[in-house]
């Protein structure tokens, strides 16, 4: 296998907790056997460290391409040069005496001191000397470069790192009498090259020499303006030329240096690639999908076929999180112990069953495409009212919808929110209805749409659930089983939500209206249940503002996973959810998506938390408080108390009805009232038997 690569291999076997990063490679011969160069690499992994490394990505750059990068930099900087300088020589002969080449510097390097890269390349035996034969620059045959890296390693040895630390600035220029050359070197790191962690960095000198004739026309300009000076006079003049010769040097070597970073910055330019798959992979970690596609995509085969990997992995996920709460799939990313296995604990939940009423007679008269955009709307309305209140839906029944609070994550006040949500429901069902008032009248169905929506809050297991090849995220448990019975009985009473006494009791007080309407025990169930109607939420619920936020971010989180739609619902009392349409929906050339974009998508950025519901009425409270108290009587064995308490109710509805039967039935079956049996704390009926007020709703027959 190749080197670069068993060095990561090596540090995943022996060290997984190291944190991931980028290192280079000493000089080497390619596989191809034909080219001599350095290998950049770096750990594609999800959790920064290598104990997940999924593999590495590599890129080589070749010491043939830097070279010839040196000889063009180097032609532009003697050009530059001569034309300030105005000097009589040639391009070509200065460039015969001049070099610009790059040398090994990393200490731990097997290289150290060879010669990487040269201006020189164009010579047959320069190209051995950085081909194979891995020569060190003092030995080399050119004598400009032997010279040059001779001079720069009795100054500042190779490879002594402290000492070079130590020049924060390029090497001074120095000059040789042996070959009158002016030398001056730079020390490059990838450090100053490369963002991110470097495991093993790379060091690298570039050093310049020129010859000193390149400056003569300068010199000699000068020297002609002091011709006419006294002799006491000449060596100012010549300290004059030095100085200026200093200052032409100096913006010759910060244009060289400049020009080989810039070489240097050029060859590793595919480290921004890297960074941009790195974030794609913090993306993936963390299911943040809402910035979209990068904006290029790399020249480079294997680098852009990464890029498209990594937007399918996303694109897979954004799906994956329309079948599953987004909290599960981020379990299952981030590889948490229990998020792939199967796992269940109990926890103590809020559960919403969801119905639409008469929906066998609307499936029965819409056609298919009709039936199907119906359906598409309404659900797409409901889950984002139940996410808007901090739910997860569980699960899509046909037209109905289970949805949860508390699982998999903490909701505060989770049966208020489920409350408020079903509230919040009842509302936007309204306003669909009025939306598809025409296409239900044109198919004879002369109803009006509504929903029936049961809610229970108890302890279940909840967690991955099934066997070991197949297996969801729900909950399971007779709190569940006693929400779906819920829902039914909103049949019975004609009412759009039911409650359990379970989750009534631990509403926040005087936020809702609520109204008791029955004791039943009902199939499946031995213990009695009490019935609660959810008619309003009267005022804001408490610690509102944190609710909203945390609702929002759960929001927020299922809209990027699924594509970064924002679907606003407006809920406030008094506005419409949804705007009315005259004319049936266009249904062909995605007219179904453009409707639905237009109307169910036009919601208001956040849930309101109150007020909701029917604005308040002093005759339908006055009318709930006698029915409550008409309820109690009734149970307690005073028929006569009961009947008189149903005779204050003005507003007469289906429970009220249904209660006057149960009266009427106890009159005449007990007369009006029940003894009271001190020592069973109870009324007892004549036969001694103690008085049982609960409905049994053993069968199915509402």
């Given at each position: ?60 750059l ?35 005496s001049?070099?610009l ?22 010579n ?67 450090a ?7 495991v ?38 010549r ?8 200052t ?33 992979m ?39 999180g329309?079948?599953?709460p ?42 298919e ?5 119906f ?72 109803g ?30 007779d ?8 829902e ?33 025990r ?29 609702a ?6 299922n ?5 970064g ?95 006057r ?40 027959r509402?």
């Amino acid at each position: 296998s190749r080197a670069w690569y068993a060095v990561h291999d090596e540090i995943q076997r022996s060290d997984p907790d190291t944190p991931a990063g980028g290192m280079w490679s000493d000089l080497y011969l390619f596989n191809s056997g034909q080219e001599i160069g350095l290998t950049y690499s770096y750990p594609l992994t999800l959790c920064r460290h290598y104990s997940c490394m999924a593999g590495v990505i590599a890129a080589d750059l070749e010491t043939t391409s830097m070279s010839e990068y040196c000889a063009s930099n180097l032609r532009q900087v003697v050009e530059s040069t001569l034309e300030q300088t105005s000097s009589p020589a040639s391009i070509e002969e200065i460039m015969d005496s001049s070099a610009l080449f790059v040398v090994q510097n990393s200490p731990e390097s097997t290289k150290l001191g060879v010669l990487v890269a040269t201006s020189w390349s164009g010579n047959e035996t320069s190209k051995r000397e950085i081909g194979a034969d891995f020569v060190l620059a003092v030995n080399s045959s050119n004598r400009i470069v032997r010279d040059a890296a001779s001079r720069v390693n009795e100054l500042l040895p190779f490879g002594d790192i402290e000492k070079w630390t130590a020049l924060a600035d390029p090497l001074p220029w120095t000059w040789t009498s042996e070959n009158d050359q002016l030398i001056s070197a730079v020390r490059l790191i990838s450090a100053n090259l490369l963002g991110g962690t470097s495991v093993k960095p790379l060091e690298l000198v570039v050093i310049l020499s020129l010859p000193v004739r390149l400056f003569a026309g300068v010199i000699d300009g000068q020297l002609e303006q002091v011709e006419d000076s006294v002799n006491g006079s000449v060596r100012a003049a010549r300290d004059t030329a030095e100085r200026s010769h200093v200052t032409i040097i100096a913006v010759v070597v910060a244009g060289c240096v400049l020009a080989t970073m810039i070489a240097m910055i050029a060859g590793c330019a595919l480290t921004a690639r890297f960074q941009e798959l790195e974030r794609s992979m913090l993306e993936i970690r963390s299911l943040q999908f809402g910035r979209g596609e990068p904006e290029f995509h790399s020249r480079i085969k294997e680098i852009h076929h990464m890029q498209e990997t990594f937007a399918a992995v996303k694109n897979t996920l954004r799906v994956f999180g329309k079948f599953v709460p987004h909290s599960v799939v981020q379990g299952i990313v981030r590889n948490e112990p229990n998020a792939r296995v199967l796992n269940v604990k109990q926890r103590e939940v809020t559960i919403l069953f969801s119905d639409v009423a008469n929906f066998t007679a609307i499936s029965e008269l819409l056609s298919e495409r009709e039936l199907l955009y119906f359906l598409t709307k309404y659900l797409t309305v409901m889950t984002y009212v139940v996410e808007s209140y901090g739910g997860v839906v569980g699960e899509v029944l046909g037209d109905g919808i289970l949805a949860f609070w508390n699982t998999p994550d903490d909701v505060p006040d989770h049966a208020a929110l489920a409350c408020a949500s079903a509230l919040a429901q009842q509302e936007c069902v309204r306003d669909l209805g009025e939306e598809f008032h025409d296409i239900f009248l044109r198919r004879g169905f002369a109803g009006s749409l509504s929903i029936r929506i049961g809610i229970n809050t108890g302890r279940v297991l909840t967690g991955n659930i099934g066997s070991r090849d197949k297996m969801k995220f729900g909950c399971i448990g007779d709190s569940v089983n006693a929400a779906s019975r819920l829902e039914e009985l909103c049949k019975r009473y004609e009412v759009g939500i039911i409650c359990s006494d379970r989750t009534a009791s631990v509403l926040p007080p005087d936020c809702f209206e609520l109204r008791e309407l029955d004791r039943v025990r009902v199939k499946g169930r031995q213990e009695p249940t009490t019935l609660v109607e959810v008619i309003r939420l009267a005022e804001k619920l408490p610690n509102s503002a944190a609710i909203a936020s945390l609702a929002g971010q759960s929001r927020r989180a299922n809209s990027e996973m699924k594509g970064g739609s924002s679907m606003h619902c407006c809920l406030s009392a008094g506005c419409s959810c949804l705007p009315s349409r005259k004319h049936g929906p266009n249904l062909g050339d995605g007219g179904m998506e453009r409707s639905l974009s237009a109307t169910a998508l036009k919601m208001a950025r956040s849930a309101h938390f109150g007020p909701l519901g029917p604005p308040p009425s002093p005759g339908r409270l006055q009318d709930h408080a006698a029915y409550v108290a008409a309820l109690h009587a009734y149970q307690a064995g005073d028929f006569q108390v009961a009947f008189d308490e149903l005779g204050r109710i003005i507003r007469r509805d289906k429970p009220v009805a249904l209660l006057r039967e149960r009266i009427d039935q106890a009159f005449l079956t007990y007369g009006s009232r029940l003894d009271w049996n001190g020592d069973l704390g109870a009324p007892v009926t004549p036969d001694g038997e103690t008085w049982d007020c609960t409905l049994n709703l053993l069968e199915k027959r509402f």
